[in-house]
Nanobody, 124 residues
Framework: QVQLVESGGGLVQAGGSLTLSCAASGRTVSNYPMGWFRQAPGKEREFVAAISVSGGRTYYTDSVKGRFTISRDNAKNTVYLRMNSLKPEDTAVYYC?????????????????WGQGTQVTVSS
């Protein structure tokens, strides 16, 4: 079993920055790809970013490209999401997840473990 705990969310003005962290415990996640998703009120959970095991490959949804950066520290069993130039439409609960099995990084169904989420609110 893997337990994931996100932190770093909060309230920020538009144009501001936040860095989310996702710490894993119970099992090392350094051998698995990981991802960040978000869910706004009344909307489905959507893909934000993903990172390969080594961290050498990263993937982003179009709306965050150039603004968000996903990274990982396998020694600390932690994945990060640096969010710059935040917009009100980035407001959501952000979740990290681990993909143990194969499949596209884009779909929630391909992820096996999830954190409880952290709220990010961007005011205009």
């Amino acid at each position: 079993q893997v337990q994931l705990v996100e932190s770093g969310g909060g309230l920020v003005q538009a144009g501001g920055s936040l860095t989310l962290s996702c710490a894993a415990s119970g099992r090392t996640v350094s051998n698995y790809p990981m991802g960040w998703f978000r869910q706004a009120p009344g909307k489905e959970r959507e893909f934000v970013a993903a990172i390969s095991v080594s961290g050498g490959r990263t993937y982003y949804t179009d709306s965050v490209k150039g603004r968000f950066t996903i990274s990982r520290d396998n020694a600390k069993n932690t994945v990060y999401l640096r969010m710059n130039s935040l917009k009100p439409e980035d407001t959501a609960v952000y979740y990290c997840a681990v993909r143990v099995n194969s499949g596209s990084h884009y779909y929630t169904r391909n992820y096996d473990y999830w954190g409880q989420g952290t709220q990010v609110t961007v005011s205009s």
